[in-house]
C-alpha cells in the first residue's frame, strides 16, 4: 500500500497549485482519501476530504471555495486543486486514507509522504 503526494512548490499569493496523491494497493472506492496539512509549528489539520460511499466532498472553512478535492479512477489518483493561495496555506500536505468510506470517521488507515507548499512573494 503506498499513497504518493506530489505536485508542491513555491507559488506566489494568489497563484494555484494542484496536488496529487497516487494510491496504490488499494481502491479509491475502499476508503475515503483526505487531505491534510500541517504549518510550522502547528497541529496537523484536515483541509479536504472525498468519500468513497457517495463521492461527496467535504473541506474545511479555510478550504472551501478555494480548493478542490476531485479523483480520477483510471490512475487511482486523488487531486487537491488549490486556488487563490496566500501565505496562511504555507504547510506541508499530506494525503491519507480514512478507515472507513466516510469522511466524517477521524481514524486513518494509511499516510502518504508529505509535499512541501511555500506561499510567498
Known amino acids: 500500500v503506498q499513497l504518493q503526494a506530489s505536485g508542491g512548490g513555491l507559488v506566489q499569493p494568489g497563484g494555484s497549485l494542484r496536488l496529487a496523491c497516487a494510491v496504490s494497493?488499494?481502491?479509491?472506492?475502499?476508503?475515503?482519501i483526505g487531505w491534510f496539512r500541517q504549518a510550522p509549528g502547528k497541529e496537523r489539520e484536515e483541509v479536504s476530504c472525498?468519500?468513497?460511499?457517495?463521492?461527496?466532498?467535504h473541506s474545511a472553512d479555510f478550504a472551501r471555495g478555494r480548493f478542490t478535492i476531485s479523483r480520477d479512477y483510471g490512475t487511482n489518483t486523488v487531486y487537491l486543486q488549490m486556488n487563490r493561495l496566500n501565505p496562511e496555506d504555507t504547510a506541508v500536505y499530506y494525503c491519507?486514507?480514512?478507515?472507513?468510506?466516510?469522511?466524517?470517521?477521524?481514524?486513518?488507515?494509511?499516510w502518504g509522504q508529505g509535499t512541501l507548499v511555500t506561499v510567498s512573494s
Open positions: 494497493g488499494f481502491s479509491l472506492d475502499d476508503y475515503s
Open positions: 491519507a486514507a480514512k478507515d472507513s468510506q466516510y469522511c466524517l470517521s477521524p481514524r486513518i488507515k494509511y
Open positions: 472525498l468519500s468513497s460511499s457517495d463521492s461527496s466532498a
